[in-house]
């Protein structure tokens, strides 16, 4: 028996995925989803989820769990109990259920796949399948152990260069890294977000009750910005969600940004630092293959996930708004970006 209770978004402790957090509510909250948030017990454990609801279509919503829930066995019957529980407590004009399920298969492309009344894989998942995580229970120094040739040469050639440092919170600053980051979406062709959102993102920084700290990090070459990075921390995470930088000779500033924010993670007591984001099973995200080298650099271990996937309380609105969706998405990601460059996600 699934029992499932309401709780304060506000008082939402983050455990897992960043986006399991108050702090990521808060942020979506800014950008016209309402955050819900649950208890959830049945007979096996007890756990908090997330859940996003925005209007997307006249007179009906679309509900969202990013990277949640956390898995159990006999996953298809799981996630269908939840979805009908949480039906009971969400807004009457929900058309569907969204899972962006968390990422637990390592090195296997062979990924589940829910094939059950109701549920539908969807074409695009709204964050990536794949991605690439290092394991930080060793420390720093075991962590550069680990980092391939590719990244040693360019981390000793890039040092010599540039510095890594954190964002001191001027609006002069941000400007410059915002300008590279209009510069590098043009160049490399993804869809960048607003200086609102980004600068929403930075200002929440501790003044939200939760565990997740953002940080801009930037890179310099004599004083003068050339790149930057911006990270999310929790107790259990690192993850690198935007970044930027300008291009010059044979020579990137990305590694020395990548370097110092893993070093971070490692002075936080972070378990994982997630480079979030390739190319995902069976040749689906393929606008990300081209960040694959760059981040399986740092030595870590690529992990895969299930797609998107919605379980469809109304069939007339799911199959509109996937349409529409597909279209938006297939427009959006025509151009691959390049390496060291992260995508809009």
Known sequence: MMVVRSIDYKKFVCTGSVMQSSYWAAVKHGTGWKPYAFEVEDDQRRFSVLVLVKQVLPLWQLAYIPFGPPLSSQVGEFLRQLAKELRKKLPSSVFALRYDLPFDEVNDQNVMVINAPRFRTCKESVQPEGTVRIDLHWGYHAVTLGYRDRAKRALRKASQTFEAGLWSGDDASFKRWYEIYLETAKRDGFSPRSAKYLKALLTLDGKVAGDVECKLLLATEKRKIVGGIIVLFSKTEAVYLYGAS?????????????????RMACEKGCAIYDLYGISGPKGRGSHLAGLEVFKLSFGGQAYYRSPSTDYVYSFIPWKIYAITEYIRYRLKRRIKPQEGVQPNS
Do not use: G, T
């Open 246 to 262: 300008m291009r010059f000779d044979s020579l990137s500033c990305s590694h020395v940004l990548q370097d110092y924010a893993i």
